[in-house]
């Protein structure tokens, strides 16, 4: 809940003067505006507080601005809405722009697993034991609160409301509000858990990951990378983590970094060897997924590709001990052959300013609905060799 210094005036003090107020008389008469908290920050003090904070009903946040809020609204200001040309298509790209480009870009495949493994906020686990620890009260108390709407604009709904809220304050404070106690201590006292203390944890982990993730980049690629990502993602799937999309390309461009997508059509599904194959999953392995081996007790290894064409061969030794090297069909990685395919398109681009036909819609649209072959690809991966002065994109 954000309260400014019109809420406070009006709903809490009961003044009903809305004009030309005097924001540090306001505030005064609630808390005291010369603490430490309340001082201004930054090199010059332009980050002070005016007017405003936020509250969830156990911690308080105080909202400090460089200047003060104007009446109106943000009117004017560029929306958070995605534009159509905030990230640019390589393939829109001038063929100069693309010649000056060589020996900088990098390919990446983004995915669920791999690309940005190091971002691990523990969720999962913590929900799981606040679940375990949670006493029946607490949980009795959440689940009489379900029973009325906060968001209600309804004045009668409303104040039911906060009279079902003002019952259930004692026992929701006694077990959430236990931030000076050590975790061990606390799950020793009747199953405590310092909540704000880990979401502030989950939060700066995943900061820390990101500043981690462009730091590895910048020094295997160089400061002066150029990233072209595959355009796919799946913010939301069932029994998926979510591949991150523009979240991830903003972070990225925060960072510095130049970015650029790239059509994915077709990239997952062709040979990047022969380059008129197609490819297919062939691998049966036992399900991943515990809670559907009953159901589904075979599952196809979608990170695991074969190239259709029979002419398509790699030497390979048939056993450990064999010396002698034997043609077998062309195995693939499905994220490796997809950037191998994204280095052809990049490679056509420069050469004739076009995609090469296997990969275009025009040729071959796809199926409705269907936005690419790989729903759950296991692995990310970049064509990049690992020595930056050998790059040949």
């Given at each position: 809940?954000t ?10 003090l ?5 004009s ?8 005064g ?10 001082k201004?920050?930054?090199e010059r003090?332009?980050?002070k507080?005016r ?9 308080v946040?105080i909202?400090k601005?460089n200047?003060d ?16 040309d ?13 010649l ?7 390919l990446?495949?983004p995915?669920?697993r ?8 523990k969720?999962?686990r913590?929900?799981?034991l ?6 029946d ?18 004045k009668d709904k ?5 009279q079902e809220r003002?019952?259930v304050?004692p026992v ?11 975790v ?7 199953g ?5 203390k ?22 295997k690629?160089g ?13 939301k799937v069932?029994?998926?983590e979510p ?5 991830m390309?903003?972070?990225l ?5 130049q970015v650029?997508l ?7 599904s062709?040979c990047?060897?022969c380059?008129?194959?197609e ?12 809670y559907?081996r ?12 074969r190239c259709?064409?029979?002419?398509c061969?790699?030497?390979?030794t ?10 077998l069909?062309?195995?693939?990685n499905?994220?490796?052959?997809a ?5 052809h ?11 090469p036909?296997?990969?275009c819609?025009?040729k071959k649209?796809l ?8 729903m759950?690809s296991?692995s990310?991966s ?8 050998n790059n040949?994109l």
């Open positions: 809940m309260i400014d210094t019109i809420i406070l005036n009006t709903q809490i009961k003044n009903s003067i809305i030309h107020l005097d924001k540090e008389l306001v505030w008469a609630v808390l005291d505006v010369r603490s430490k908290a309340m201004s920050q930054g003090k332009i980050m507080f007017g405003t904070i936020y509250t969830d009903g156990v911690g946040s909202l601005q200047y809020t104007k009446k109106g609204g943000s009117s004017g200001r560029k929306p958070k809405s995605i534009e159509a905030e990230f640019q298509y390589i393939e829109k790209l001038g063929k100069e722009d693309l000056t480009d060589v020996g900088k870009c990098v990446i495949d995915d669920r791999d690309l940005l493994f190091s971002i691990e906020t969720s999962r913590f929900r799981k606040r679940n375990n620890l949670k006493r009260k607490v949980i009795a108390a959440e689940l009489s609160l379900t029973h009325s709407k906060p968001s209600t604009v309804n409303f104040v039911d409301y906060l003002a019952k304050i929701m404070k006694a077990y959430y509000l236990n931030e000076d106690r050590p061990a201590e606390d799950q020793g006292a009747g405590f858990l310092p909540f704000r880990m979401k502030h944890s989950s939060f700066i982990n995943q900061q820390q990951a990101d500043k981690r993730l462009a730091k590895n980049l910048r020094e690629f400061n002066d990378a150029i990233l072209i990502l595959g355009n796919w993602s799946a913010g069932k029994y998926h591949i991150r999309g523009v979240g390309r903003r972070m461009a925060k960072e510095g970094f650029y790239l059509d994915e059509f077709r990239t997952s062709l990047p060897s380059q008129n194959g490819l297919e999953t062939f691998k049966k392995v036992q399900s991943p997924r515990p559907q009953e159901k589904y007790p075979i599952a196809d290894r979608h990170g695991l590709l259709k064409n029979q002419q061969l790699k030497a390979v048939s056993t450990i001990e064999a010396t002698d090297k034997v043609p069909r062309r195995l693939w499905r994220d490796m052959a950037t191998l395919n994204f280095r398109i990049l490679s056509s681009l420069r050469a004739n300013g076009e995609r036909e296997r990969f819609r025009s649209p199926s409705t609905g269907s936005k690419r072959k790989d759950s296991p990310a970049t064509s990049q060799p690992t020595k930056r002065q040949p």
